[in-house]
């Protein structure tokens, strides 16, 4: 069986709340229109006894009693046939029809009354409330009038409220009136129809326009962006939409490029051991002590390049095995500063070093932090120019403590710095590869200092290079 797409359930949710509703309505209206029209009928027949009490008055006057009513039962008929003002012409005869209240021939047993269904609903009481004309019982009669004659109360008009309609012409018009309202509702049901399938066509178009764009990020096409027309629940989902494309498209161009770069890493310093490898066999090159030395340089660059590999792969999955414990900071920095020192005396670089006297302490893993110092300060050494110097500052402060490494030039510009932290990336110039760093020193740097709740952001130097300013929350012992 073929199941209904978004569209169609759409349309039918919407038809569907609106059959509904017109149903519900046309039962409202028809229960209203039975009621409503009872009443007016019920009112009308009061009306009309304002007028027969009038007339009742009179007839007491003339004969001084109520005996007129029980010797001449047609009086009353012809009473109430007064009180029509303008009554209707007699309607065509209906055979057998038990509801006709002014039949053309008289009822049977009651040969002279053309009135006998409004009659016997009738009660009418002398002065002292006791009956003289009517069958129903009076305590079923809420409203009674004074019948008068001469200023004195000498009887009570009632009648019993009609619970249904009888007369053939009140019947005919609510008939009439329930079939036009039932032609008003399958008008509506049909305007219902005509208007719910576009409507639910222009409610489901966002959606489709999504589901199409999201196949086509399914297949590849990161470029792919879905306009947003609207502010609410769809243009929300259609702006998250194109942040997860971007997203993905900027993840795959630097997957791409991080690709095109570990190749091209792992290329020179393997053409370089090929091509001495095939001198040697050649005979063009002898298998000398410095040919060796020279194969061993390009191998230990290889074993650095994947093993630097493998510490970034090992944090960004988090499985590099963090043991934090309570360290004091200053400890683990001055630590990785004298096992800097004979590298950066090597290439005539001074090195000034400020802490406090108050121990900072962290809550870390000594090992790491003390490899994330030992990167910096390799990074310095590598990348600043012989006779410069590196200033390192740490400051404790409240709940934080801050490590500033500085050194001088040479500097990198805004837009190099902010791209410093990224895999593979060197700055064009005297920062590049004749250094032997292949641009994941820094990358390994900021995995671990977020990995310990912290940041690291690289600003221009004071001293013409680059200032690295590392913050990570003080443990607390650290700041009691």
């Not at 920095?333 to 121990?359: F, G, I, T, Y």
């Not at 990167?375 to 400051?395: A, F, R, V």
């Amino acid at each position: 069986m073929k199941r209904l797409n978004v569209t169609h359930r759409v349309f039918l949710a919407i038809l569907a709340a609106n059959a509904i509703i017109v149903l519900c309505m046309f039962l409202i209206m028809q229960w209203s229109m039975d009621r409503g029209f009872l009443g007016y009928v019920n009112q009308l027949e009061q009306n009309r006894m304002e007028r027969l009490a009038t007339k009742l008055g009179r007839t007491y006057a003339i004969s001084g009693d109520w005996s007129v009513l029980q010797t001449s039962p047609d009086t009353m008929s012809r009473l109430i046939g007064e009180t029509i003002t303008e009554s209707p012409a007699p309607p065509p005869p209906v055979a057998n029809d038990p509801r006709q209240e002014h039949p053309t021939q008289p009822d049977a047993a009651h040969p002279n009354r053309r009135f006998y269904r409004i009659e016997k609903r009738i009660v009418v009481l002398d002065a002292g409330r006791n009956t003289v004309f009517g069958t129903s019982n009076p305590a079923d009669i809420k409203i009674f009038k004074p019948i008068s004659d001469r200023g004195n109360v000498v009887g009570y008009l009632g009648m019993q409220p009609s619970k249904i309609l009888s007369d053939v012409h009140q019947l005919k018009f609510l008939k009439d009136q329930k079939l036009i309202f039932a032609l008003i509702a399958l008008l509506m049901l049909v305007v219902a129809v005509v208007i719910s399938l576009p409507l639910a066509r222009l409610l489901v178009h966002p959606l489709k326009k999504l589901a199409a764009a999201t196949g086509h990020l399914s297949s590849g096409h990161y470029d792919i962006r879905v306009p947003v027309d609207s502010d609410d629940e769809f243009g929300h989902l259609s702006r998250d939409f194109n942040s997860l494309a971007l997203s993905l498209d900027k993840n795959e161009q630097a997957r791409r490029q991080f690709v095109a770069d570990i190749s091209h890493e792992l290329r020179t310093p393997l053409a370089i051991l090929g091509g001495e490898i095939e001198a040697i066999q050649d005979g063009i090159q002898d298998l000398s002590l410095e040919s060796i030395s020279s194969l061993q340089t390009e191998v230990v660059r290889l074993n650095r390049l994947v093993d630097d590999l493998y510490q970034l792969a090992l944090s960004d999955v988090g499985a590099l095995a963090y043991r934090k414990a309570e360290v004091n900071l200053m400890d683990i920095l001055d630590e990785a500063v004298n096992r800097a020192r004979p590298r950066l005396m090597e290439k005539d670089l001074s090195l000034h070093l400020v802490m406090p006297q108050s121990a900072a302490y962290v809550y870390a893993d000594a090992e790491r932090l003390g490899q994330l110092f030992d990167n910096l300060l390799d990074n310095s050494q590598k990348y600043t120019d012989p006779g410069g110097k590196i200033e390192i500052l740490l400051i404790s402060a409240k709940e934080r403590v801050t490590i500033n490494i500085k050194d001088s030039a040479p500097g990198v510009s805004e837009e190099e710095r902010q791209k410093l932290f990224d895999r593979l990336y060197r700055v064009e110039g005297s920062r590049s590869r004749h250094t032997g760093g292949a641009g994941l020193g820094l990358a390994i740097c900021r995995n671990i200092v977020e990995a310990h709740e912290g940041v690291i952001e690289a600003l221009p130097s004071p001293l013409g290079g680059v200032w690295m300013r590392i913050t990570l929350p003080l443990s607390g012992a650290g700041h009691e």
